[in-house]
């Protein structure tokens, strides 16, 4: 049996009259960049995650660099973030001139340890910014705690957790803003690269939507030297073909990872934790192996699909070397990232081809 790690076709075969016709729709009226269809995703983005302003932009990185760049954040700041996540999280804290602080994650729930958080808190601090890693939400109501302790801002990168909720709020409702990707691969995935931001301040929406705009607040008046960053009509015409549809697809892949939490139980295997508060949406479905390489290549010889999440920690990335960080400076996250293995999750897998993936891991030997 050939299980791929990610595959599309479901969802877009059974969309498929509703993207051909958002296509046609922005097609037929000519209009391109910032138009109704932009105007009617936000504001049925916003009303899902619970905010009252939603802003779209060019992509996710593009929705934290801005959303820092709205805050204040700049050169001479420090922005605490979890080393164990994509390098976009840190990119955009370097693209506004900061300083990315590395902290240690939870290794049960892969998410920023608190601990190390608070540790890493200076008079340089300025921001954190927790990561809502493979679907499930950070511990946000002592994160708040110690922004509130030491007056900082708070941005959540939401990237992989479209409707994860914390304490049955969902995530992006809790710090001063929150980014958002809409990369095809997501749960809400446009057809190219997209993204926002949501937040419940309206001078911050207003700030964001300003510098994604070349800084103009009306045309041809720049107020902020900006960026380009817009959700362009086509993107948000397909997101919102797809957006009433998110609950069921993430409803799905608690089911899936339901079946693989139960189902698994190869004593070399970890399998994902679940806070008790939380109720992931499962971008990511991750496992734990000591001898993961060699349990990738036997998936991958059984024709299952695999991805690894991620094999090197940011701190140990070349170009953020000129940090000095040494290898072993981050113990769990480097063990995160060398023995974390994502196997297939997507809407439209079957309980067949689900149960294949269980008893293939629960047969592996090293």
Request: hydrophobic share 35%.
């Amino acid at each position: 049996m050939k299980i791929p790690f990610v595959t599309f076709l479901p969802i877009e075969k059974e969309l498929n009259n509703d993207i051909r016709g958002a296509f046609e729709r922005v097609l037929t009226r000519s209009w391109y960049i910032e138009g109704i269809e932009d105007k009617t995703f936000e504001t049925a983005f916003a009303e899902y995650c619970g905010v009252d302003y939603c802003i779209g932009v060019g992509n996710g990185l593009d929705a934290l660099m801005l959303s820092l760049k709205a805050l204040g954040i700049g050169k001479g700041d420090e922005v605490i973030l979890p080393s164990n996540t994509y390098i976009a999280t840190a990119l955009a804290v370097t693209y506004v001139g900061a300083t990315p602080v590395f902290v240690e994650p939870d290794i049960r729930t892969y998410n920023i340890d608190l601990t190390s958080v608070e540790a890493a808190v200076t008079e340089k601090t300025k921001c954190i910014m927790p990561v809502h890693l493979y679907g499930q939400a950070c511990d946000m109501d002592p994160i708040m705690e110690v922004a509130r302790r030491y007056q900082l801002k708070v941005v959540e990168d939401c990237a992989q957790a479209h409707g994860a909720t914390y304490k049955g709020k969902k995530v992006g409702t809790f710090g001063d803003a929150a980014g958002f990707s809409f990369y095809p691969g997501k749960n809400l995935g446009a057809l190219g690269d997209a993204g926002a931001i949501v937040t419940n301040n309206r001078e911050l929406a207003e700030k964001v939507r300003a510098l994604g705009n070349y800084g103009s607040d009306y045309k041809y008046h720049h107020i902020y030297k900006g960026n380009n960053s817009r959700l362009d009509e086509l993107q948000a015409a397909f997101l919102m073909a797809k957006l009433p549809h998110l609950e069921k697809m993430n409803n799905e892949r608690r089911r899936i990872a339901k079946m693989y939490t139960e189902g698994i139980n190869n004593m070399r295997v970890i399998t994902p934790y679940v806070s008790p508060d939380c109720t992931p949406v499962w971008h990511i479905y991750g496992i734990r192996c000591s001898e993961r390489d060699t349990l990738e290549r036997y998936l991958n010889d059984k024709g299952i699909g695999t991805n690894k999440h991620y094999p090197i920690p940011i701190h140990l990335q070349e170009c953020y070397k000129d940090l000095n960080i040494p290898k072993g400076a981050l113990p769990i996250a480097e063990e995160i990232s060398s023995t974390e293995l994502s196997i297939p999750m997507y809407y439209g897998m079957t309980d067949e081809e689900v149960q294949y993936v269980i008893d293939a891991i629960n047969e592996f030997e090293r």
